[in-house]
């Protein structure tokens, strides 16, 4: 998705191919996604994954929320809001 003032490219959701296979092996998706917005003063990253139906259980995939998964693995979080609204021009 585009968003106005806004530069956005796909990124692999591991650093190395190495961490992207083993990433990919333990979630087992069928599809992702891992897009980082960026403009002069900001940057945000969305990630989306999608398992098609009894691919993996819940539980399963609950316990690799990002929040979680990736703050265990040496990500960092800079700055956190809640319930913060844009609009979108």
Request: with cysteine.
């Amino acid at each position: 998705m585009e968003l106005p003032g806004w530069m956005a490219s796909d990124q692999p959701i591991g650093r190395t191919e190495f961490w992207q296979k083993v990433t990919e092996d333990t979630l087992r998706f069928d599809d992702h996604i891992f897009r980082v917005y960026q403009r002069s003063d900001a940057q945000f990253g969305v990630y989306v994954a999608y398992w098609g139906h009894g691919r993996q259980a819940p539980q399963a995939v609950a316990q690799h929320t990002p929040d979680r998964c990736w703050t265990m693995n040496g990500s960092v979080c800079v700055e956190a809001r809640h319930g913060v609204r844009y609009a979108l021009e």
